[in-house]
């Protein structure tokens, strides 16, 4: 089992920055990629952005150019972080770790709201 814990979600006005953050525990050695998903009410749930163990970034259209995804493998620490923020950014972050075997785990999520 792995076991996720997101923190760093919260308010903030349109075009500021947050940094999420989520850290992995339990069988960490089983997992190859790391990411965050978001989904809004009565929507849903959109990937973001994933980074594989070799460093390899996946990232969404929508957020590409703004958001930024790294990772601290020695720590199993992954983090989103989100500049120029837009209204539409608005959502629940998960951040989710994939296996070797292909499962997925995922966090309780943390919210993310962008006010004008």
């Known amino acids: 089992q792995v076991q996720l814990a997101e923190s760093g979600g919260g308010s903030v006005q349109s075009g500021g920055s947050l940094r999420l953050s989520c850290a992995a525990s339990?069988?960490?050695?089983?997992?190859?990629?790391m990411g965050w998903y978001r989904q809004v009410p009565g929507q849903g749930r959109e990937f973001v952005a994933r980074?594989?163990?070799?460093?390899?970034?996946d990232i969404a259209d929508s957020v590409k150019g703004r958001f930024t995804i790294s990772r601290d493998n020695a720590k199993s620490m992954v983090y989103l972080q989100s500049d120029n923020l837009e209204l539409s950014d608005t959502a629940v972050y998960y951040c989710?770790?994939?296996?070797?075997?292909?499962?997925?785990?995922w966090g309780q999520g943390t919210q993310v709201t962008v006010s004008s």
């Open positions: 989710y770790a994939r296996t070797y075997r292909s499962l997925e785990y």
């Open positions: 339990g069988l960490t050695f089983r997992i190859n990629a």
């Open positions: 980074m594989w163990n070799g460093g390899e970034v």
